[in-house]
């Protein structure tokens, strides 16, 4: 189960399982939606075995572009089941270097389907961190846990605004 | 995506106060006037004021005087402002699910249009 140190995303999707694992895992179809307008995913790579690569390059307004990047190491895939990666490891399970940004800190994340009945999938996605330091620098960069802590973001928000002033 | 405006930094500055927040819901109910406000609190006049004269700095209210008494009222606006600021914070990693589901949806549609 998730701890303090977690993030848990829950859903129930409405296709079958064989095509949500498709449009999960394959590049071509991930392109599609991984980023947010006008933000534009022009490179995907994710080679669905332990070891293989994850990689993405975001391209968007005023010449962002995250390059290259670090690439993440796929852990364990279960067809249809189960996609485990982390952004600590690069191809090969080689260790990666901390960067910038979403490669600030180490993450792993565990995304699981399961067949809902009726052509529908229980998606499950948890992301780990070392501590919860790494978790809440992950949570403001948008990751759904509740409004629990997103008032808390914003106490810390106006309390760190009241300090400036 | 921040939005680090001065006006978003003034409301939330405005909002970390318990004083001021009591105070917001109370308006959220609908105009009041100053000692109406100032009622559940039990603080001095003069405090009461400061409050309300940092809730107008923020946007989050304005005021209006009419013969002795002094109308509060909310600003929708400023308060929408900060409500977005807090919901693109909450929603990016749902929004990419959202994207993800809109996806499933289009390419279960074209399967059908083809089969």
Request: hydrophobic letters at 40%; aromatic letters at 8%; glycine letters at 8%.
């Amino acid at each position: 189960m998730a701890d303090g140190n977690d993030l848990v995303l829950e859903r129930t999707l409405d296709a079958p399982v064989e095509l949500v694992w498709e449009a999960y895992t394959d590049p071509e179809h991930m392109k599609r939606w991984f980023a947010p307008q006008p933000y534009e995913i022009t490179e995907m790579e994710l080679d669905l075995r332990p070891g293989g690569i994850f990689r993405m390059r975001m391209v968007g307004p005023d010449g962002f572009d995250t390059g290259h990047g670090a690439p993440g190491c796929v852990l364990e895939v279960i067809e249809g089941q189960k996609l485990v990666w982390t952004s600590a490891l690069g191809p090969g399970f080689r260790p990666n270097n901390m960067g910038v940004g979403c490669e600030a800190f180490p993450f792993t994340a565990v995304v699981t389907f399961s067949d809902a009945g009726d052509g529908k999938t229980a998606y499950k996605a948890v992301a780990l961190h070392k501590d919860e330091a790494d978790r809440n620098t992950h949570a403001n960069m948008g990751f759904q846990d509740g409004w629990g802590t997103v008032a808390r973001q914003l106490e810390e928000y106006a309390r760190n605004l009241s300090v400036r002033a | 995506m921040l939005n680090d405006s001065p006006n978003l930094n003034r409301a939330f500055q405005a909002l970390a106060d318990p004083v001021r927040r009591g105070m917001l819901a109370r308006l959220s109910r609908g105009p009041a006037s100053v000692s109406q406000l100032a009622e559940p609190f039990s603080i001095s006049l003069p405090a009461v004021l400061q409050h309300l004269k940092a809730l107008e700095e923020s946007g989050l209210v304005r005021s209006e005087k009419k013969g002795r008494v002094r109308t509060v009222r909310l600003e929708p606006e400023t308060l929408s402002a900060a409500e977005s600021w807090i919901a693109e914070r909450r929603s990016e990693w749902e929004a990419q699910l959202d994207r993800f589901e809109n996806y499933l949806q289009s390419l279960k549609n074209s399967g059908e249009k083809n089969g």
